[in-house]
């Protein structure tokens, strides 16, 4: 079970992370034109490192994220594990909607999960921390 220090320190370093998604989003020379049309996108969107396509509403969903997730390390492990289960649970539900959305287009399923993978990856670990060790979560009774 991860102590609340720990939990409090993760959630401090995803904060961090999604700090950094959004300012590499406008720093010159890694990206294609911040928020200017490029090649196959559409207008108001970028390409960050050349590889995800991010809209202005992507950063301010990482943005807020940010905000969320450093001032709950500044409060308490509670209000960590509340926004850790609030942010994975969705970010889950964003790459299982658009997993499912190449799938139906017929995207090649490789890049659809590479795509979709930072989000995977984010939301098991924030969810993984934000319900481990629990002890509050009540334990259901065998049925006979």
């Known amino acids: 079970m991860p102590s609340d220090r720990a939990i409090r320190i993760s959630t401090f370093i995803f904060g961090l992370v999604f700090t950094a998604i959004v300012v590499l989003g406008y720093l010159p020379g890694i990206n ?18 050349g590889l995800y396509t991010i809209s202005l509403l992507d950063d301010v969903t990482h943005g807020l994220t940010a905000l969320v997730l450093l001032i709950a390390a500044a409060v308490s492990a509670k209000a960590c594990r509340a926004a850790l289960a609030f942010f ?3 970010y889950a539900m964003d790459a299982a909607i658009y997993i499912i959305t190449g799938i139906l287009k017929g995207d090649p399923l490789g890049s659809n999960l ?13 969810l993984t921390l934000a319900c481990r060790g629990r002890t509050s979560v009540p334990k259901v009774a065998a049925t006979a």
Do not use: D, R, T, W
């Not at 294609?32 to 490192?49: C, I, R, S, T």
């Not at 979709?116 to 670990?125: C, E, G, K, R, T």
């Open 114 to 126: 590479k795509l979709n993978l930072p989000h995977v990856i984010f939301s098991s670990i924030m």
């Open 32 to 49: 294609a034109p911040v928020h200017q049309h490029h090649g196959g996108g559409e207008a108001g969107e970028h390409l960050l490192m």
């Open 88 to 90: 994975g649970s969705y």
